[in-house]
């Protein structure tokens, strides 16, 4: 039974260039959140896709934006980058009442 | 953005030993969490708790729920050379389920052999 997957392990981007990142949810869950995780700090919920709408928004900007697809897979994109988008971002699943399960995260580096 | 009061921020101890951290937070939450991040991973859940004052163990791990909802505490015993990593409280409003979470800036634990 696979468990969160998500792509690029590594990016590197200059500022003010675009980046999309990818997930894949746990085998049988419909729910994906994102969450920022800066070195030293806890993760931040930046948003959360269920039936293809967002359905909450932590306090993040809207360069951060997202999309859900029918497979529940979810992507993650952020124009504009800013030094201070670099980070852990992590991806993730639940289905209903059921805890959420993390992906192993994308490390976004903005030079 | 919100996040819990999380400390100790470090610990160095020796294996063998036991350990403690807790959370706190201005705010009530329904469910608490704590989960276990090792490099280059995402954060793996330890322990669920659901109730005020619940206490609930997972192999050497125990965790306590506070009965002002504003609290949590996670206990290791007899501490392994693998215990090594950081831990995160987690708030949850809602009782289990998809609800965001919001973190503690994690406890980092080195044991030493």
């Known amino acids: 039974d696979a468990g969160v997957t998500q792509s690029p392990t590594h990016l590197i981007k200059t500022r003010g260039q675009q980046v999309t990142l990818r997930c894949s949810p746990k085998?049988?869950?419909?729910?994906v959140s994102w969450y920022q995780q800066a070195l030293g700090q806890g993760p931040q919920f930046i948003f959360q896709?269920?039936?293809?709408?967002?359905?909450q928004r932590g306090n993040f900007p809207d360069r951060f934006s997202g999309h859900q697809f029918p497979n529940y897979s979810s992507e993650l994109n952020v124009n504009a980058l800013l030094l201070g988008d670099s980070a852990l971002y992590l991806c993730?699943?639940?289905?209903?009442?059921?805890?959420?399960?993390f992906g192993p995260g994308t490390r976004l580096t903005v030079l | 953005g919100q996040q819990l009061n999380q400390s100790p921020q470090s610990m160095f101890i020796q294996e063998g030993e036991d350990v403690s951290m807790n959370c706190t937070s201005s705010s009530i939450f329904n469910t608490w969490l704590w989960y276990k991040q090792d490099p280059g991973e995402g954060p793996v859940l330890l322990i669920a708790?659901?109730?005020?004052?619940e206490l609930t163990s997972n192999g050497r791990l125990t965790a306590q729920f506070g009965i002002t909802r504003k609290d949590s505490f996670l206990n290791i015993s007899a501490s392994i050379p693998s215990d090594v990593g950081i831990y995160f409280c987690a708030g949850q409003l809602a009782v289990g389920g998809s609800e965001k979470l919001v973190f503690g800036k994690g406890t980092k634990l080195t044991v030493n052999p």
């Open positions: 085998s049988g869950h419909d729910t």
């Open positions: 896709y269920y039936e293809e709408e967002e359905r």
């Open positions: 993730a699943s639940s289905l209903g009442w059921s805890e959420q399960f």
């Open positions: 708790l659901y109730k005020a004052g």
